[in-house]
């Protein structure tokens, strides 16, 4: 067969296999997997070693594809093209040493290096360094800054710590809202981020949090037993809501100081849901002032002209066993500032 027609037929026989939109955006995974040349991304079967033991499955996948979008990531595990020891699993499926983790082909446009951050944001980062032992860090985070680069944002808490330290190992143990402020701990070694990660789910864990709340509030403190569901979107984000099918979750609020239409409450959360604090408030008719997706417009404008331009949301201490005492951050300036109006009006 003369070469030019060989060369058309194996064309046409590749094509229906596989396409470059399968490839990049994850198609079905046996047309995937076809024979495409030594740059085609393939299969890899993974054996789970002592770095990852007791590693969130996402997360796993979210290292060994680095720059694969995060929803992506999720998309590949829900279409069952991620197995583990040959079986479907979920996002939040513990990995264990010796486990086999099947990771399916993504290619990827390589990501832009994001560079150095600005100096400005390095100086707020490095300020930000509440305190620092062998295995962890403790920082107080500001409001406004996330805690991860996402969609349009290059930059987060754990890039700006790795830029700043890059012979260091820096992982985040748990996450705060970008609007939220207060304490936020980075492991510094792998044994430390999963000892901290355990103490988080222990039921001895205490996280407590400063929350300026609309209304006047009426009686002691109140609890809030309802389940969460991510079942909106909005602007890109997923919002929460209360419903029966959704994930359990718990706070206890606790008035600290009220005022004429408004309560400083103290919040404990025994549970981490998305945005839990903030949907448990509006759920109780006390939405956390200034929350621009679960919050009081008229309640809002008027804290607006009283000087806030946050969310009134901070992680004000955090206890947990193993570490003995209570890691705490103090309510930043502007907030103190609002309620020395709130005091001054009566």
Not at 74 to 101: C, E, F
Not at 202 to 210: F, G, N, V
Not at 238 to 267: C, M, Q, T, Y
Request: with cysteine; net charge positive.
């Amino acid at each position: 067969m003369p070469f030019a027609e060989w060369l058309g037929a194996r064309v046409a026989e590749l094509r229906p296999a596989v396409s470059e939109r399968d490839m990049i955006h994850g198609g079905p995974a046996d047309k995937r997997e076809c024979n495409l040349g030594h740059d085609a991304p393939q299969v890899r079967h993974q054996t789970v070693g002592d770095d990852a033991d007791g590693m969130r499955l996402d997360n796993y996948l979210l290292r060994e594809l680095k720059g694969v979008p995060r929803s992506r990531v999720y998309r590949l595990i829900r279409r069952g093209q991620v197995r583990v020891n040959s079986g479907r699993a979920k996002p939040h499926t513990k990995l264990a040493v010796g486990d086999r983790v099947r990771v399916p082909p993504v290619r990827q446009a390589p990501k832009d290096d994001p560079g150095r951050p600005p100096d400005g944001l390095l100086e707020r980062v490095r300020a930000a360094v509440a305190e620092e032992t062998p295995d962890w860090l403790l920082i107080d985070k500001p409001a406004g800054l996330a805690v991860h680069a996402g969609t349009g944002l290059r930059f987060g808490v754990i890039e700006v710590l790795r830029a700043d330290r890059p012979d260091e190992y820096l992982e985040l143990v748990h996450r705060l809202d970008r609007d939220t402020s207060g304490c936020l701990l980075v492991a510094r070694n792998r044994p430390a981020l999963t000892a901290l990660r355990r103490a988080l789910r222990d039921p001895a864990a205490d996280k407590r949090y400063l929350a300026l709340l609309a209304g006047a509030w009426e009686g002691g403190p109140r609890d809030v037993d309802a389940a969460l569901v991510r079942d909106r979107e909005i602007g890109g984000e997923r919002l929460s809501a209360v419903a029966e099918e959704g994930k359990s979750a718990h706070s206890r609020f606790v008035p600290r100081e009220r005022f004429r239409d408004a309560v400083l409450a103290e919040v404990a959360i025994a549970t981490g849901r998305t945005h839990q604090i903030r949907v448990h408030a509006a759920h109780l008719g006390h939405p956390v002032a200034g929350d621009d997706k679960y919050g009081d417009r008229d309640f809002d404008r008027r804290m607006r002209g009283l000087g806030l331009k946050r969310l009134f949301l901070h992680a004000a201490s955090l206890s947990l066993p193993g570490i003995d005492r209570t890691l705490s951050a103090p309510l930043p300036p502007e907030l103190e500032a609002v309620l020395d109006v709130l005091r001054d009006e009566g």
